[in-house]
Each structure stands twice: as structure tokens, then as C-alpha cells.
């Protein structure tokens, strides 16, 4: 190696879908795209604890894609280890990656008390959570001014950045990373998450500009999904069915994105005669009301169509929608025995209010719990999918008698042909292929790209590759 070789390591989401971090080294400085945390399980978060492999105070600049935990979520732990650089992101991230980060560190003050006071009982030394409110606070200071689009930014000496729309979440960006060292011109390419085209609100992905390597997700890089509009007629029958036997709905939602996608799918199944008109729907999550703040802030975001919508009144509201912040509020939906729709947090049940509607809910044949997202091994969302006959919750036995209906077609990646569209076939070195299982994206799109004669390597977590 010289001191004008391009270096790359990927320090998460190597042969992973979690944990996003890739670090380029040329001439002395130092980039790092994404910093999230990793995530799954006991053994995966882990990783959060351990070293980054690199010196934080030595890094110049973060780029950030977007704002998923899995990408942003380690932030405040790297400014908390001495990074003291500038974070580049677009408006929307930064707004979207100051709730997530926050919330994050709520959630490790809260799993590090109770951890402490087991830990007490057991004579060990006190835990501590990865950082706190304040370190997450702290991490916003270093946010440079915000990023627009297609614009080219100057991170540091002869290191240029331009972002690209992902159309993955609000905000979303690839980013092409133009490198001058000595007397040549590297161009490296991160897909970042790459959106699934054809979902209304965002705009459809930007597809890969030319560029000499492209560092990208394979996420679902080995199947297609589900057409979007047979899915919005498959909640919508859900809905109805539901309703009109007498029960309530729960939708277990992420808070980013699939909250907002979901009201908005409500809001027009109403307005268009699809769903009853006095159904109650309750958005009990602050977090995914906080998210919603966002998206109404940042049209600048949204596709034509929506933009129009927009100008026509507010798509996130409808006349029976109620807005829940309070623990009060929250709890008062359980008193609610018909005509409820309850979108709540989290996603995969681990944890957070869908416990208590799940609780008062999943008993009854009348019920129904509607899936929209992914449910990864080990969640109760997982369990529930699979058919338990009966799952614990808050220590209690729940007979599963709702009806539970999976709905596939809502995801925010793009699937393989449209990863491979969004590719296109411009010559490139090589394209590193990160962000998925190895034995699912990555394997199959090793397929897909040595069949037209792309060169291709899924890189090992710190493996130093020279890009030249
Ligand atoms: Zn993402």
C-alpha cells in the first residue's frame, strides 16, 4: 500500500444485514459511511460493546445514508470514544437520526438500571448502558450544515461527496464518494438501502451513477417481493373483515416510515370508500408521532403525486385518527372492544405498547393482528407468524385465537431486480456486496453479477481492501 491507495474496510454489516459501517483511508484522511448499531440478538449487540477497530478521534468526516438505528445507531458511542469530525447528512436524516439516537439511548439507560439492579443482587460491578441521552444529545452537535441532493459537497482536501435519493425512508441517500489522489480519480459508490420503486410518498431511487467500485446492500438480493397494490387490498380486506365481526385491528409498526406509509394507506382506504368510515384509528407510539412531525416538515422529500396531495390537505390525517403521546391515552385503548385500528411499536413485538393491545387482543376470535413487516427469528412477531397456539406476554399465557395475517408487500428495500436496475450496466472494477446474509442477497447476487461478467467480492468485517 502507498500513501495514494484508496483503502477500504467494512466494520459492520460484513456478511450482515446489521451494524453498517465502512471506513475509506486515502491519503492520510479518513471517511466513515454509516455508524449503526447492530442488531438481532443478545450475541449480535455485543458487537456494540466491543472496540470499533479503528481510532474514532482519527476519523475526519461521517457520511450518513440514512437515519435506521442499524445505520446511525452507533454515532453517539464514536463521539463518545473522541470523534470530533463533521457528520454530513440531508435535512430529513438529521431530524429523523436525532429521534432515533435518542430513543436509543433511552431504551440502554433503562436496560442498564434494570440490569444494575439484578446486577446489585448478584454482588457484580454496576452495568453501563452504550451511551446516554446526553452522549446522543452531545453527537447532534457534530452534524455539518444539511446535504441536499444531486449537489457535490467538499468533505476534505480532494475528497468530494454528492447524495443521491435512496427512496429507502425519508431522507435517504446513496452516496458517491470522488477521491483525487495524486495524479488519478477514484469514484466509489455506497448504495446505502436502496428503496423498493413504485411506493407512493418518496421518490423512486436514483439509479447508480458510473463510478470505478459500488459498495452495495443485498438485503433481499435474493427474491422478489410482493406486488405493493395486492397488499394494500389484502389490509384493507383485513381491516374490514375485522371490523365488521366486532373486533379490533393491532398493526405492530416500525415507527419509521411503515408508520407513515400504513396511516397514509388508511387515510385513502377511507376517503375512497375501501374501509368503514368510522373506524378509530390510534397512533400509539411517540416515537412514530415524532416521526410523522418530521415527514410533514420535509415535503422537499416527497415524489410529485405526493407533493400534490399535499397542496389537496394533510395525508396523515383522517377524521377518527387519535394520536396517543400519554401512557394515559395509551391505556385507555384497552377499554376499546370493537372498531379499533391500533398501529404501535415495536415492529417485532419485542418490546414497547403493542404488548398491552397484543395482551387485550390476541385472546379474541375476534381480533385480528396484522403483520406489515419483517419479523426476525426469535421475536414474538416470529412466533405469532409461525402459529403459536399460546405466547407469553408481561408473564401471562395468551391463547393466540385473533386471526393473524402476514402482509409481505410493504418492504422498503428494493428486491432483486430492482437492485439489479438500480445497478444498470455501466463497467465498474468491482462491486462489494454488503448489508446481507451470505447464504441468501449476497450468494444470489454473486450469481446475478458473475453471469453478466461484473466483478464481485463480499468483503470480511476489517479485511483491508485496496481499491485502485
Ligand atoms: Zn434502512
Not at 438485503?219 to 389490509?235: C, K, M, N, V, W
Request: proline share 4%.
Amino acid at each position: 500500500m502507498t500513501e495514494f491507495d484508496v483503502v477500504y474496510r467494512c466494520y459492520g454489516a460484513a456478511k450482515e444485514v446489521t451494524g453498517s459501517c465502512h471506513l475509506l483511508e486515502c491519503g492520510g484522511k479518513r471517511v466513515l459511511v454509516d455508524c449503526g448499531l447492530f442488531q438481532g440478538g443478545h450475541e449480535q449487540e455485543k458487537a456494540n460493546y466491543a472496540s470499533f477497530g479503528f481510532d474514532p478521534a482519527a476519523i475526519d468526516v461521517v457520511l450518513l445514508t440514512h437515519a435506521h438505528l442499524d445505520h446511525c445507531g452507533r454515532i453517539p458511542k464514536l463521539v463518545k470514544e473522541g470523534f470530533r469530525g463533521r457528520i454530513f447528512a440531508t435535512a430529513a436524516t438529521r431530524d429523523l437520526a436525532r429521534i432515533v439516537m435518542l430513543d436509543a439511548a433511552g431504551l440502554q439507560e433503562e436496560d442498564a438500571r434494570r440490569a444494575q439492579r439484578s446486577g446489585r443482587r448478584r454482588g457484580e460491578s454496576p452495568a453501563m448502558p452504550l451511551y446516554t441521552l446526553d452522549d446522543a444529545l452531545h453527537a447532534m452537535d457534530f452534524f455539518a450544515e444539511p446535504v441536499s441532493y444531486d449537489s457535490d459537497v467538499a468533505l476534505v482536501e480532494g475528497i468530494q461527496a454528492r447524495f443521491l435519493d435512496a427512496g429507502h425512508i425519508l431522507g435517504s441517500a446513496s452516496i458517491l464518494l470522488t477521491l483525487n489522489t495524486g495524479d488519478r480519480t477514484c469514484r466509489i459508490h455506497f448504495s446505502g438501502d436502496i428503496g423498493s420503486p413504485g411506493r407512493p410518498i418518496l421518490r423512486r431511487p436514483e439509479s447508480a451513477p458510473e463510478a470505478d467500485y459500488v459498495v452495495m446492500e443485498t438485503t433481499y438480493g435474493d427474491r422478489p417481493h410482493r406486488a405493493l397494490p395486492d397488499s394494500i387490498e389484502e389490509l384493507y380486506r383485513a381491516v374490514t373483515e375485522t371490523l365488521g365481526r366486532g373486533g379490533n385491528v393491532i398493526i405492530p409498526t416500525f415507527a419509521l416510515e411503515r408508520a407513515q406509509e400504513i396511516l397514509y394507506y388508511l387515510q385513502q382506504g377511507t376517503q375512497q370508500g375501501m374501509l368503514p368510515p368510522h373506524a378509530q384509528v390510534f397512533m400509539d407510539s411517540p416515537m412514530a408521532i415524532s416521526a410523522t412531525e418530521i415527514f410533514r416538515r420535509h415535503t422537499e422529500c416527497f415524489d410529485r403525486d405526493f407533493q400534490a396531495k399535499l397542496r389537496q390537505g394533510d395525508p396523515f390525517t383522517m377524521p377518527h385518527l387519535h394520536f396517543c403521546r400519554e401512557t394515559a391515552d395509551s391505556m385507555a385503548i384497552n377499554h376499546i372492544e370493537s372498531g379499533a385500528i391500533i398501529l404501535a411499536g415495536s415492529g417485532m413485538c419485542t418490546g414497547g405498547r403493542v404488548l398491552h393491545h397484543l395482551k387485550h387482543n390476541l385472546w379474541r376470535e375476534r381480533s385480528s393482528v396484522v403483520f406489515v413487516g419483517y419479523a426476525a427469528n426469535g421475536s414474538l412477531a416470529r412466533r405469532i407468524v409461525d402459529g403459536a397456539k399460546s405466547v407469553r406476554i408481561y408473564g401471562d399465557d395468551v391463547q393466540v385465537n385473533a386471526q393473524v395475517w402476514t402482509i409481505n408487500g410493504f418492504s422498503a428495500h428494493a428486491d432483486q431486480g430492482a437492485l439489479l436496475n438500480w445497478l444498470g450496466n455501466s463497467p465498474r472494477k468491482r462491486v462489494l456486496l454488503v448489508h446481507g446474509e451470505y447464504d441468501r442477497g449476497i450468494r444470489a447476487m454473486e450469481e446475478c453479477l458473475s453471469k453478466v461478467g461484473i466483478a464481485c467480492h463480499a468483503p470480511e468485517r476489517d479485511e483491508a481492501i485496496v481499491l485502485n
